[in-house]
């Protein structure tokens, strides 16, 4: 039986490079060669640090120097190292947008945090909340270890922070004294209009940790991701670092192929997202148009479903179960596991044809599943 997957933010396995890796694959084993026999140590292979700095100051319009470049295996690596790193002891608060990556709330509680969320909107986490959290939680003497947020193409919502709301975000985090981790895993996934600048780029304070990941331009497989910070912060978090670095193997690879062919791989691999984004739209707006709202993502893969509150959620979830439709329920999102009336639609792997003919299914389920339609008809 064919199978819709909208499940999780994968790249699209029809145009994975396949032959140009295993190319550079053998380019990049000959080239390490014996290298191999040593601990690739907290930074990384140099040669894929300096492409990743080159594409952070290329898009953000700034130095990176290849110092404050860390390699990770996969950036939730450093998603978790900084709480390691940062967090003093269980019940430390983390604050972070209301809604957010799924991984990074399962790491977070595990590592016995307390997720302290401040709502969002089409522009992602609202400042003015963001203050009165940090307020009321000096005031009660528990300032958080740092602040994790999604400012662009947000997981799971889609939305992009402007300019003038990141200025407005890093002078609140000024006043409190508060560490920032902006978690750009989806970074250059990007369709149309401006690329807003990172918080790292539009500050340069120790106190802005900086994550990327070559996850969404190339593969999860792949597990290479990276931490940029200023130091001395890149040193604190790096202290904590006890896995022997990251694949030189695959690090290696990745430099022999992206060397010289980022921006055109990165060109190729959004105009494919674009339009299955746009593909996506079209089935919703087709068959949920009268009762559901989206978000409209510029990047990412994730578009942000919001339904009527009398869709039975686990009605839903059976109904798109039966035909094989897989998709993110809301609760999976919200830090404290609420079921909002909502579904993450990821559109990274599902073929165009699959999502031309499962998205309109999806919406069926939807409208099958509302309690109130089911007494009307
Ligand atoms: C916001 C966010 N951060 C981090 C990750 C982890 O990605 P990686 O494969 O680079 O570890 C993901 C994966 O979906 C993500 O959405």
Redesign the pocket.
């Known amino acids: 039986m064919r199978v819709y997957d909208f499940g999780?933010?994968r790249t699209d396995p029809g145009s994975f490079p396949t032959e140009a890796l295993a190319e550079a694959a053998s380019e990049a084993v000959r080239e390490v060669g014996a290298e191999l026999v040593r601990y690739p140590g907290d930074m990384g292979h140099l040669g894929l640090r300096e492409i990743m700095a080159a594409r952070e100051a290329k898009r953000e319009g700034i130095e990176v120097p290849v110092e404050h470049v860390a390699l990770m295996n996969?950036?939730?690596?450093a998603?978790t190292l900084v709480a390691e790193a940062l967090m003093q002891g269980s019940d430390d608060i983390i604050v972070t947008e209301e809604l957010?990556?799924s991984?990074?709330i399962g790491a977070y509680k595990s590592l016995g945090a307390e997720l302290v969320g401040v709502p969002l909107d089409e522009e992602g986490m609202r400042v003015d909340a963001l203050a009165d959290t940090l307020e009321q939680l000096h005031r009660k003497g528990t300032p958080p270890r740092f602040i994790y947020t999604?400012t662009t193409y947000q997981?799971p919502t889609g939305s992009m922070m402007p300019k003038a709301r990141r200025l407005e975000l890093l002078e609140v985090a000024r006043h409190y004294d508060a560490i920032i981790v902006d978690?750009n895993?989806?970074g250059d996934v990007h369709f149309e209009g401006v690329q807003e600048p990172s918080l790292y780029a539009l500050d340069d304070s120790p106190n802005i940790i900086y994550?990327g990941?070559?996850?969404?331009i190339l593969g999860?497989g792949v597990?290479v991701?990276y931490m940029v910070a200023r130091p001395p912060m890149l040193a604190r978090l790096l202290d904590r670092r006890h896995d022997g670095g990251n694949s030189v193997l695959a690090a290696s690879i990745c430099a022999a192929f992206f060397r010289d062919r980022l921006w055109s791989h990165i060109a190729m691999t959004n105009a494919i997202l674009k339009d299955k984004r746009d593909a996506v739209f079209a089935g919703l707006a087709e068959s949920v148009g009268d009762i559901c709202t989206w978000s409209r993502p510029v990047g990412g893969m994730f578009i942000w479903v919001n339904f009527p509150e009398d869709v039975d959620r686990n009605h839903l979830m059976a109904l798109c179960a039966e035909r094989n439709i897989m998709v993110a329920r809301g609760r999976s999102f919200h830090i404290h596991y609420e079921d909002v009336p909502a579904l993450r639609l990821a559109f990274g792997f599902a073929s165009l044809q699959d999502i031309r003919d499962g998205v309109p299914l999806l919406g069926q389920c939807i409208q099958m599943a509302r309690t109130q339609a089911s007494v009307l008809a």
Request: glycine share 16%; aromatic share 8%; hydrophobic share 20%.
């Open positions: 999780s933010g996969g950036s939730m690596q998603v957010t990556y991984g990074t999604l997981n978690d895993c989806y994550i990941s070559l996850s969404k999860p597990r991701g």
